[in-house]
């Protein structure tokens, strides 16, 4: 049995198997997600989601599922699911055996005498996914039919039926391309295969997406299904069904498939499931190499991109993506600050932490590969730039205070990574001097004076550190205040205070790093990361669910966050060295367990603050990966 795998029981069992998802990408950004028995659940999933920058900047949704009948003596057994009002149809997950994940997503269905597998891949650099099935028992003349739902819309909105669309099709080598739209490109579905073709052009209505409807948003669509492929299969035979934004040639599809499995890495152990998942983050599209966030909805953002780069490339020793990525973000840099949010119908700066966030993952890369050279030749003055322009001020009131520590804040606006907003405002607005910001800023300081030599950074650093102790540090809490505004200071428990003990230059003694770690341990701690409140403050909410309002109130007041984990790491074992390894090892464990939940072979987002910790969020997070493999690197070199 491999390392990820369900059976019949799990399978067949759709409280179990709609929460389990599978997300498989490519390097040019286009992904394929679904449930591991081929039911969408999400207005995000798809065999084939593929950008269209000729529209927007979002991927867009082209081929949202297909049903395959199987067909024997006349008979007819329809292997699809989808959920409609009041029921799922057809019922095809009945006839599943077993879900295997090695090397590729693979599904083993049953249906009398007939043993079919399914086994579905991405073309590496072309927006194409393809799905082999090969006929593994059969007694009798078998036929398989293939009905494809097709979708051409943008992957946060949904299909409603229409006039608009153009129901005809081209005839190309076995198969036909489509093109809903004359914005889109075209769809190519071919078969490895000579095959039939019945035209049925026909919507079929209000298909459900479940997750959506719990999510509190529109969760019923309208696909285009045009017809359906037909073929004969004989037992031992595979076919290989295709569909991609340019044509194929049906006789090199079976070596394509074999030679894209040969590239994967098998996903036999945990490591493994978390150095696939890495590589699924990086796209390379238009000359440009960026981080995605998260599947299925993120685009790239800036802040993410800095502390995720160094874990999915430099843990596997690959400097050359990660200097290719520092270079892409660079020449998005605008005076001191870099873009936030850079996927969807706009891209906003709103990140006072992003452009330091710049600095460490520089430091990550110098630790990792020795190089210094590079770092001064390429980045030096973009770094004294971000300084500069923190020290005179910039956007949304970000700017230098007397005493050295940095102030932002704007009404409506966060500025933070804490950044959920409802139409209230800001749930966590951190208006004035956010704790991390400030570790951040004093690290950048002394990291720049290392490159630079120019000593007036390393008075400047003096400063801040002074103030810092001053003003964040309380000897009655034991712990760092949150945000600080005047004489202002929130003192909830956060993870924010953990980033002054794990950054590369700190500022507080040995002995108050280790009561931030106590606190952290004993309040915020969890096998899946760290809460974003202590369960102790009034605010704390121990759920992530119900609508966009509901999630975003918890979203930074308790829910908890796998990526800070990599920075409570680095602080505890700055602190306590080769005694804390064992502790460690056990904390990356306890993340075994989710292999098999939610984004499986992948880990997610957030989960819940309170137990048993339930996934939630995105299915697959960058930084979540990332600060995993850096911890893994931390422990074995320690």
């Known amino acids: 049995m491999s390392y990820i795998h369900f059976d019949k029981t799990q399978l067949v069992n759709l409280n179990y198997s709609l929460e389990r998802e599978i997300i498989r990408t490519n390097r040019s950004g286009t992904y394929t997600s679904t449930t591991i028995i ?23 949704v082209f081929l ?27 019922r095809g997950h009945k006839y599943l055996e077993d ?63 229409n006039d608009e669309i153009n129901k005809t099709a081209e005839k190309v080598p076995n198969g036909l391309k489509f093109q809903l739209y004359p914005q889109y490109d075209p769809l190519f579905l071919q078969l490895s295969k000579k095959n039939t073709f019945s035209s049925s052009p026909d919507w079929y209505y209000n298909i459900e997406y479940i997750q959506e409807r719990e999510r509190g948003y529109d969760y019923q669509e ?21 569909a991609g934004l340019t044509e194929a040639d049906p006789k090199t599809r079976q070596n394509a498939f074999e030679k894209e499995i040969a590239r994967r890495i098998p996903r036999n152990n ?27 909805w993120f685009g790239w953002w800036g802040r993410d991109t800095f502390i995720a780069a160094p874990g999915l490339t430099l843990t596997m020793g690959d400097k050359e993506t990660f200097l290719e990525i520092m270079d892409t973000m660079s020449k998005d840099l605008k005076g001191p600050l870099f873009p936030n949010i850079g996927s969807g119908d706009y891209t906003n700066m709103t990140s006072m932490d992003a452009p330091l966030w710049f600095f460490w993952s520089l430091q990550q890369y110098i630790f990792f590969t020795g190089d210094k050279k590079t770092v001064k030749s390429r980045y030096l003055d973009k770094l004294r730039g971000i300084i500069e322009g923190y020290k005179a001020g910039t956007e949304f009131n970000i700017h230098m205070l007397e005493n050295g520590l940095i102030w932002g804040g704007q009404d409506g606006i966060a500025l933070t ?100 770690l106590e606190i952290a341990k004993s309040k915020l701690l969890t096998p899946r990361g760290l809460r974003s409140l202590s369960p102790d403050d009034p605010g704390y909410k121990g759920y992530y669910f119900g609508n966009q309002i509901s999630r975003d109130n918890a979203y930074h007041n308790g829910t908890v966050w796998a990526w800070p984990l990599g920075h409570f790491v680095e602080g505890y074992m700055k602190l306590h060295g080769k005694a804390s ?46 600060e995993l493999l850096r911890m893994m690197d931390l422990v074995n070199k320690t």
Not at 43 to 59: A, F, M, R, S
Not at 281 to 295: C, D, K, P, S, T
Not at 472 to 480: A, E, H, N
């Open 99 to 161: 879900f295997d994940s090695e090397p590729i997503p693979k599904l083993t269905y049953r249906v009398g005498g007939v043993v079919l597998q399914k086994e579905l891949i991405l073309d590496t650099n072309r927006d194409r996914v393809m799905i082999r099935y090969t006929l593994l028992e059969a007694h009798s003349p078998t036929k398989i039919r293939i009905q494809p739902f097709l979708a051409f819309r943008g992957y946060h909105s949904l299909m409603k039926a």
């Open 38 to 60: 081929g039911c969408n659940t999400r207005k995000y999933h798809g065999l084939l989601v593929v950008p269209q920058p000729q529209i927007d900047t979002q991927n867009h």
């Open 417 to 516: 990574w804490m950044d959920a907003i409802t139409p209230d405002g800001p749930v966590t607005p951190r208006k004035g001097c956010p704790v991390e910001i400030q570790a951040l800023w004093y690290n950048a300081l002394c990291f720049y004076h290392e490159l630079s030599g120019d000593k007036d950074y390393l008075t400047l650093a003096g400063k801040v550190k002074e103030s810092f102790d001053r003003e964040f540090w309380s000897w009655d809490y034991g712990y760092l205040a949150d945000v600080v505004d005047g004489e202002e200071k929130d003192w909830s428990i956060r993870p924010n205070m953990v980033f002054a003990t794990s950054l590369p230059y700190t500022m507080l003694s040995e002995e108050k790093n280790d009561q931030i």
């Open 222 to 242: 309208d696909l285009f299904v045009p017809g359906y492929f037909e073929f004969d299969i004989t037992k031992g035979e595979s076919v290989i069904f295709s």
């Open 270 to 296: 945990f490591e493994n499931c978390l150095k696939n998942a890495a590589g699924q983050f990086i796209r390379r599209r238009n000359g440009e190499v960026r981080i995605i966030a998260g599947y299925p």
């Open 581 to 626: 390894k064992h502790f460690i090892q056990k904390i990356i464990k306890s993340f075994d367990g989710v292999m098999t939940q939610y984004g499986v072979g992948t880990v997610a987002e957030i989960y819940d603050g309170d137990a048993p910790h339930r996934p939630k969020g995105s299915i697959s997070q960058a930084w979540s990966i990332a």
């Open 64 to 90: 949202s599922t297909v049903h395959e009948t199987v067909i024997q003596h006349g008979a007819s057994f329809n292997l699809g699911i989808s959920k409609f009002p009041g029921n799922y149809s057809p």
